[in-house]
């Protein structure tokens, strides 16, 4: 049996992104890109699964089917708490899931937005897209979050080759506030999937990329050059758009590994905790899990944090929840063994590495 026991996967069908995490109504939501029809990427639905612990998982009706405006990319989850939007009440705030509309046809790319007020049932919002693209035009994968410095919220998504940044009092109007570019130090290509937290003072821009050969000589000395990874810059957040605050000599990964891709944050959480698809290589998509009905694994959770260190600010990741000692026969000294995964964090916790073992 290849299922993994400690890493969620889907239950049938294809999965890759995670989407929407947020904690709601006492429970830790996921929802991811799916596929439930088939083994193989295509007509993206958001699925959708509930855990207590980050261990232990029930699987949910799908949350998000495709519609006149195309399948549904990629997104993130807000609960509106102050009932901004009006769609719930201050006693039971609706679970807010903003996700890309794509359009297979034309190719346009539309944020819109889906609420719920049981966290199960999702309807999507009459006035969409909140957001409206233009055909051709790449602009996906919305992370939403609370603005601490103008109050109410902010939303980035990828242009693929900038990260651009909207500002919102109620969660349905939004107004662009600014574009973030990358700078020369980092890897450059195709952005997907930006997250940001703040912590130690500073804000934290995730983001996963696919990059060209050319850029392979940026990798730090011991990581494997590929294409499709996970990257990390250190900066501030003026309310409007974020701004780096480090030159560093080269980019800083989240990991090393060739699998960890398309990672995100969950929201209403008190720390920052990622989860990424692990489903991202050649070697991984080899494996045989279509025969027992499934493809694609998400990483075990990881708490995330900022230290100082002598070469400027670096993430410092770990385990979340912690692993029981009484499962040492799939953890020991930093490493988690799962079926065909192992995902490896040194004991400082910045050394950071996911593999295929088969």
Known sequence: MLRPEFHFTPPKGWMNDPNGLVFYQGKY???????????????????????????????LPIALEPDEEG????????????????????????????????HPVNMREQQCMAYSRDGINFVKYQNNPIIPGKDHTP?????????????????????????RFYH???????????????????????????AIFKASGKYVLLMSMDIPESEYKKFP???????????YIVGDFDGNV???????????????????????????VADPILM??????????SIPT?????????????????????????LRQEFYPAIAADRSENYSNGVLRDSFIEESISEDGMSISTNVLL
């Open 242 to 268: 974020f701004t780096n605050v480090e030159e560093n000599a080269r980019p800083l990964l989240v990991d090393t590994g060739r699998e960890f891709y398309a990672g995100t944050l969950f929201n209403n």
């Open 276 to 285: 990424a698809w692990l489903g991202n290589s050649d070697k991984v998509m």
């Open 71 to 102: 399948d549904i990319f990629s997104g993130s989850c807000v609960v509106d708490e102050d009932n901004l939007t009006g769609l719930g009440t201050t006693e039971c705030p609706a679970l807010l899931a903003f996700y890309t509309s794509h």
């Open 290 to 314: 279509d025969e027992e009905g499934f493809r694609g694994v998400l990483s075990y959770p990881r708490r995330l944090s900022l230290v100082k260190t002598s070469d400027g600010y670096r």
């Open 221 to 231: 000395e011991g990581a494997a050059p590929h294409n499709r990874l996970m990257q």
């Open 29 to 59: 939501h996921i929802f991811y890109q799916h596929n439930p029809y088939s083994c193989e990427w295509d007509s993206m639905h958001w699925g959708h699964a509930v855990s207590e612990d980050l261990i232990h998982f029930t699987n």
């Open 139 to 163: 602009a996906r994968d919305p992370f939403v979050f609370r603005n601490e410095v103008l109050g109410g919220y902010s939303m980035c998504f990828t242009t693929e080759k900038s990260i």
């Open 168 to 194: 919102s009092e109620d969660l349905l109007n939004w107004n662009e506030t600014g574009d973030f570019v990358l700078p020369d130090f980092t890897f450059h290509g195709m952005i997907e999937c930006p």
